[in-house]
T-cell receptor, first 110, second 113 residues
Framework: DAKTTQPNSMESNEEEPVHLPCNHSTISGTDYIHWYRQLPSQGPEYVIHGLTSNVNNRMASLAIAEDRKSSTLILHRATLRDAAVYYCTISSGSARQLTFGSGTQLTVLP | EADIYQTPRYLVIGTGKKITLECSQTMGHDKMYWYQQDPGMELHLIHYSYGVNSTEKGDLSSESTVSRIRTEHFPLTLESARPSHTSQYLC????????????FGQGTRLTVV
């Protein structure tokens, strides 16, 4: 299964954009890139996913490198409620199971 | 809103006891999963199911077992709990068609004393 590598932690100021990077150099051609975030004592919450093209939704944007070996989650205006652990995951296999990395702890400063 | 539920949320139990962690979803999803997560660590897949009567082992070896007799229900059982089983267990499901988001339950935090 493809592995992901993320920085352990990042900080952002409130109302500023945040770019969370992820490396997945062993990704296969049919694997999807998913992002989830997790608050303490909660299950992960879906943020966004994509295959090759950049994706936008109401929560965030996902920029995928042309060679698909890396991607960046973009939060356009960070709020205090965005503070969480963000996981870049790879969805693979016939069951589309998710392979999680160690995640990035995002701290948002007021 | 995610319609996937796990019970109990917290469980403290003695060594050697048999326990079953419940997971139910009302979305009609065929694919369901169990992940294990130690504090401050990433999630590891321990079991998954393609649908009724289908169960598969995940990447992380686990002494737990699962069953899938009904689409909406995917319970996880430990026949004899040990302190090494102390962890958080998260259940998830996804729709059958295409590659869509996974919905996670709130998790069960298990402590074996």
């Amino acid at each position: 299964d493809a592995k992901t590598t993320q920085p352990n932690s990042m900080e952002s100021n409130e109302e500023e954009p945040v770019h969370l990077p992820c490396n997945h150099s062993t990704i296969s051609g049919t694997d999807y890139i998913h992002w989830y975030r997790q608050l303490p004592s909660q299950g992960p919450e879906y943020v966004i996913h994509g295959l090759t093209s950049n994706v936008n939704n109401r929560m965030a944007s996902l920029a995928i490198a042309e060679d698909r070996k890396s991607s960046t989650l973009i939060l356009h205006r960070a709020t205090l409620r965005d503070a969480a652990v963000y996981y870049c995951t790879i969805s693979s296999g016939s069951a589309r199971q998710l392979t999680f990395g160690s995640g990035t702890q995002l701290t948002v400063l007021p | 809103e995610a319609d996937i539920y796990q019970t109990p949320r917290y469980l403290v139990i003695g060594t050697g006891k048999k326990i079953t962690l419940e997971c139910s979803q009302t979305m009609g999803h065929d694919k369901m999963y169990w992940y294990q997560q130690d504090p401050g660590m990433e999630l590891h897949l321990i079991h998954y199911s393609y649908g009724v009567n289908s169960t598969e082992k995940g990447d992380l070896s686990s002494e737990s077992t699962v069953s899938r007799i009904r689409t909406e229900h995917f319970p996880l059982t430990l026949e004899s709990a040990r302190p090494s089983h102390t962890s958080q267990y998260l259940c998830a499901s996804t729709a059958t068609q295409g590659n869509t988001e996974a919905f996670f339950g709130q998790g069960t935090r298990l402590t074996v004393v």
